[in-house]
């Protein structure tokens, strides 16, 4: 922009010293041709001579002005340029300031709501743990309250072969049959010197017995009797084969209640090593 200005001016100098020639040649041409007086001629002379100084004056004061204008426009250009660039460079630091505050606000924030959540998940575990603990000590109370139940109540469970002696009956009257090969008395509660199963507490019971009798010309039979009371009857005669009888019951016997099995009368049955014939019972639960 500077060096335009520049060309432009010289280019304006050379259209005035190209005036001021022709001018001049013009003004001597006119002397030489023309007839004019001596003062005419003393008078353009003068009147040139006068022009011209003042021409180049004003054209030194308009080129000083210029380049004194360009001096300045330069300056103002650089001090706005120079300010720009400061301004500039404070707004990036500011920019930054304000970036690494959001950076650090949302580091803040993220931090804070993390912690927040990470204590609520530790309550919680903490309340979840309070519970667990809470349960584990009711369910270990009620396992040891089921062991000392368990300690307390009594284990109930027999099981017995009836002889090796072979057959038994028949006989006139009826006869409590005596289990003597034993295999399970868990609680004593069956004799097999009486043959009497007496229930040692109160609570639901379960009884089985199976009798057989190799003799097809004699019955088979075997009565349950509960307190004295016959309950079953149970009986089977095969002319062919020998005769089978399996039977079960499940009673509610009070403390001292007894059970026990009879041979009747004119019945036989049979056993040997192979103990064909058992008696078993057990205590289901106490009531």
Known sequence: MRFHRVDVFLVFLLCLNWTWAQEKNGGYDESK???ETDEQSEINENRQKNTSPDIWTELKELRDMVIKQEVDLSYILESRLSSSETEVKEL????????LFKH?????SLKYHTNINLRDRIKASE???????ARLSSSETEVEELKRENAERPKVAFSFGLTDAGTTGP????ITLKFTKVFTNFGQAYNPNTGIFTAPIRGVYYFRFSAINNNVNAALGVQVYLNGKRV???YDRDSTSSGRITNAFVFQLEKGDVVYLVLP??????DDVHNRNTFSGFLLFPV
Do not use: Q
Not at 171 to 174: E, F, G, H, S
Not at 265 to 270: F, K, M, S
């Open 265 to 270: 009368g004119g019945h036989e049955i049979y």
């Open 232 to 234: 079953s009857w149970n």
């Open 171 to 174: 006989l006139n009257t009826d």
């Open 104 to 108: 650090e606000y949302e580091l803040r």
């Open 33 to 35: 041709f023309t007839e």
């Open 92 to 99: 990036k630091r500011e920019n930054a300031g304000k970036s």
């Open 127 to 133: 309340n979840k743990s309070t519970l667990l603990e």
